[in-house]
T-cell receptor, first 112, second 117 residues
Framework: KQEVTQIPAALSVPEGENLVLNCSFT??????LQWFRQDPGKGLTSLLL?????REQTSGRLNASLDKSSGRSTLYIAASQPGDSATYLC???????????FGKGTTLSVSS | GAVVSQHPSRVICKSGTSVKIECRSLDFQATTMFWYRQFPKQSLMLMAT?????????EQGVEKDKFLINHASLTLSTLTVTSAHPEDSSFYICSARAIDSSGEKLFFGSGTQLSVL
């Protein structure tokens, strides 16, 4: 059964810092991996989706990488801003048609 | 982009009552919908997979008689929490599977915060 782990559980940084969030998964046979943002009491906002054949995806200040063989993904946030404060969730799917399996998330706090 | 509408966004009820949560795909047909539950500071845990026109498949440890799922149409799935108790207080969120020419994607509702008094 797939298990997704995210480290660290919480992270506090000053505005402007670059940071890396880590995600690991136990079963490397994945269909894709997705990073989400969740604000308190709110739903999910999809940030980046990496297909199993891809190594990375970029969107603005965000870059996500995927290393299937080692069961790892990272989310890189450049020049962090207070508006980036949220919980970031990593999730994978085994195959098309199946549900996403989520990690517990990393709660990020960016201070001005 | 595809939109999934989930209602209500927040509900407070008395212990023993039943609560129905709706999840609608507004501009696409969703043959499959997934229901998740999230406790504070915890991950989203998959509760069940709902396929249109058939019985839902529940994850281990999820009581099917307590969490009734109905997926009677391609655009609507409902989750009913029957005889709710304070321990059922949680954030519930649905996800709908969309298939188009570019492939398959999952879209999420905005979630329902259930508080049982």
């Amino acid at each position: 059964k797939q298990e997704v782990t995210q480290i660290p559980a919480a992270l506090s940084v000053p505005e402007g810092e670059n940071l890396v969030l880590n995600c690991s998964f136990t079963d490397s046979a994945i269909y894709n991996l997705q990073w989400f943002r969740q604000d308190p009491g709110k739903g999910l906002t999809s940030l980046l989706l990496i297909q199993s054949s891809q190594r990375e995806q970029t969107s603005g200040r965000l870059n996500a990488s995927l290393d299937k063989s080692s069961g790892r993904s990272t989310l890189y946030i450049a020049a962090s801003q207070p508006g980036d404060s949220a919980t970031y969730l990593c999730a994978t799917r085994r195959q098309a048609g199946t549900a996403l399996i989520f990690g517990k998330g990393t709660t990020l706090s960016v201070s001005s | 982009g595809a939109v999934v509408s989930q209602h209500p966004s927040r509900v407070i009820c008395k212990s023993g009552t039943s609560v129905k949560i709706e999840c609608r795909s507004l501009d696409f047909q969703a043959t499959t919908m997934f229901w998740y539950r999230q406790f504070p500071k915890q991950s989203l845990m998959l509760m069940a997979t709902s396929n249109e026109g058939s019985k839902a498949t529940y994850e281990q440890g999820v009581e099917k008689d307590k969490f009734l799922i109905n997926h009677a149409s391609l655009t609507l799935s409902t989750l009913t929490v029957t005889s709710a108790h304070p321990e059922d207080s949680s954030f519930y969120i649905c996800s709908a599977r969309a298939i188009d020419s570019s492939g398959e994607k999952l879209f999420f509702g905005s979630g329902t915060q259930l508080s049982v008094l």
